[in-house]
């Protein structure tokens, strides 16, 4: 089977109605990132960041996957399917793609704040002051913070740079290091940008832009790849 990468940004999750970051109108427009989304901001008022990723979860919870999750699931018919995602939540499970890498995290676990290898499923629990992991530190959102490294950037870049066909979407390729990751992909391998807003990057003729959402493109590049490769 062809190995097939996939690169998950924001704009899948908007489409089920989960708000992004960057975008107009996005989440780092209504609140200070230094306060919610970084050590300093965890170490000045734990409090504040719990409430905020607890209400996140719950938006969570409440999202269902789109059209674009439930496509991505189809390709594991004819190809051997990788997904790495830039997104915390759970909606590429729910739709049941198998093999998923998290790079920042994700927001339905939690950590100890001193173990990084001691982690919680949440279920349908949230974390609050107070909640504490076996070695008695305060537990905290399972996500990477700005200023914080991604550990699971070396197996992103090795999914990728094996990937015969590798599909990024929703996503403006501005996030670093996730960004990276369209450059180590193979000079011979197939690249498919699908984006309503087509992120600038260095084109190559291995690329091919799909200028649509999530929703609207991905089922219709899935249907395509299928049909190509029986």
């Given at each position: 089977?062809?190995?097939?990468?996939?690169?998950?940004?924001?704009?899948?999750?908007?489409?089920?109605?989960?708000?992004?970051?960057?975008?107009?109108?996005g989440l780092?427009?209504?609140?200070?990132?230094?306060?919610?989304?970084?050590?300093?901001g965890?170490?000045?008022?734990?409090?504040?960041?719990?409430?905020?990723?607890?209400?996140?979860?719950?938006?969570?919870?409440?999202?269902?996957?789109?059209?674009?999750?439930?496509?991505?699931?189809?390709?594991?018919?004819?190809?051997?399917?990788?997904?790495?995602?830039?997104n915390?939540?759970?909606?590429?499970e729910?739709?049941g793609?198998?093999?998923?890498l998290?790079?920042?995290?994700?927001?339905?676990k939690?950590?100890?704040?001193?173990?990084?290898?001691?982690?919680?499923?949440?279920?349908?629990k949230?974390?609050?002051?107070?909640?504490?992991?076996?070695k008695?530190?305060?537990?905290?959102?399972?996500?990477?913070?700005?200023?914080?490294s991604?550990?699971?950037?070396?197996?992103?870049?090795?999914?990728?740079?094996?990937?015969?066909?590798?599909?990024?979407?929703?996503?403006?390729?501005?996030?670093?290091?996730?960004?990276?990751?369209?450059?180590?992909?193979p000079e011979n391998?197939?690249?498919?940008?699908?984006?309503?807003?087509?992120?600038?990057?260095?084109?190559?003729a291995?690329?091919t832009?799909?200028?649509?959402?999530?929703?609207?493109?991905?089922?219709?590049?899935?249907?395509?790849?299928?049909e190509?490769?029986?």
């Amino acid at each position: 089977m062809k190995k097939l990468a996939v690169l998950t940004g924001a704009g899948i999750s908007a489409e089920s109605g989960l708000q992004t970051f960057r975008d107009k109108g996005g989440l780092w427009e209504k609140y200070d990132f230094q306060k919610l989304a970084s050590i300093e901001g965890w170490r000045e008022n734990p409090e504040l960041v719990l409430e905020f990723y607890n209400i996140r979860r719950d938006l969570v919870r409440k999202a269902q996957p789109n059209a674009a999750h439930l496509a991505l699931t189809q390709l594991e018919r004819m190809y051997d399917v990788d997904i790495i995602t830039q997104n915390v939540d759970d909606l590429h499970e729910r739709a049941g793609s198998k093999h998923i890498l998290h790079l920042h995290g994700e927001i339905m676990k939690a950590r100890s704040s001193i173990d990084d290898q001691l982690i919680y499923e949440l279920g349908e629990k949230n974390i609050k002051l107070g909640d504490k992991c076996e070695k008695g530190s305060q537990l905290r959102p399972h996500v990477v913070w700005f200023g914080e490294s991604v550990p699971m950037m070396d197996r992103a870049i090795e999914i990728v740079s094996k990937a015969e066909i590798f599909i990024i979407i929703g996503t403006s390729l501005q996030v670093y290091p996730a960004a990276s990751l369209l450059y180590y992909a193979p000079e011979n391998s197939r690249i498919y940008l699908v984006d309503k807003n087509i992120p600038v990057v260095r084109q190559a003729a291995n690329m091919t832009f799909i200028a649509k959402t999530a929703v609207e493109g991905v089922p219709e590049l899935v249907n395509k790849l299928l049909e190509k490769d029986e």
